[in-house]
T-cell receptor, first 114, second 114 residues
Framework: AQSVTQLGSHVSVSEGALVLLRCNYS??????LFWYVQYPNQGLQLLLK??????LVKGINGFEAEFKKSETSFHLTKPSAHMSDAAEYFC????????????FGTGTLLAVQP | NAGVMQNPRHLVRRRGQEARLRCSPM?????VYWYRQLPEEGLKFMVY????????ESGMPKERFSAEFPKEGPSILRIQQVVRGDSAAYFC????????????FGQGTRLTVV
């Protein structure tokens, strides 16, 4: 079965510091991986996705993620945090076959300190 | 191009009443997913539907919950005889069904059972 694990339910960084949010996946086949962001009382917005093309994926708002098959990881990074990045971030894997559903991690709440 | 539309945004029901949550997918999308979000628990898959068909309902509670996506009109998630534990945010997402495409989320319906 495919699943994702997000290490660290809460991450706090200073404004201007590196953001690193961790995601590891388990999959018996090459996965499709996604990062979503959720602002308070809002739905989820796609940040970026990996679909077996380039292993380094660039997304919106300066975020990027690198697919590392050897580590089964898809960590999300941003070189310099901004106050507006404070939100909850979800990693997700697409489960193939007939069901085709997205399986989400438990989320990481990012706080950005001034 | 309107996004995924969910209504109502907020719904208050007394214990024992019925809750009906509606979701209109993005134009051109025929695949709909429902997720439930509880605090500190991330998003839990409930059901995956295509027009007039339930593809995967492995996340649906066995009783009181049902979902449909008729040929015409929105997808409906129905909760009968609501209990306090049903209080949560319910999100709908839609996609084209292609494996390498993301799902687009609505703003969610926040159900409160009093």
């Amino acid at each position: 079965a495919q699943s994702v694990t997000q290490l660290g339910s809460h991450v706090s960084v200073s404004e201007g510091a590196l953001v690193l949010l961790r995601c590891n996946y388990s999959s018996s086949v090459p996965p499709y991986l996604f990062w979503y962001v959720q602002y308070p009382n809002q739905g989820l917005q796609l940040l970026l996705k990996y679909t077996s093309a380039a292993t380094l994926v660039k997304g919106i708002n300066g975020f990027e993620a690198e697919f590392k098959k050897s580590e089964t990881s898809f960590h999300l990074t941003k070189p310099s945090a901004h106050m507006s990045d404070a939100a909850e971030y979800f990693c997700a894997v697409r489960r193939g076959g007939a069901t085709n559903k997205l399986i989400f991690g438990t989320g990481t709440l990012l706080a950005v300190q001034p | 191009n309107a996004g995924v539309m969910q209504n109502p945004r907020h719904l208050v029901r007394r214990r024992g009443q019925e809750a009906r949550l509606r979701c209109s997918p993005m134009k051109g999308h025929s695949h709909v997913y429902w997720y439930r979000q509880l605090p500190e628990e991330g998003l839990k898959f409930m059901v995956y539907l295509q027009k007039e068909n339930i593809i995967d309902e492995s996340g649906m509670p066995k009783e009181r919950f049902s979902a449909e996506f008729p040929k015409e009109g929105p997808s409906i998630l129905r909760i009968q005889q609501v209990v306090r534990g049903d209080s949560a945010a319910y999100f709908c997402a839609s996609s084209s069904g292609q494996m390498n495409t993301e799902a687009f989320f609505g703003q969610g319906t926040r159900l409160t059972v009093v």
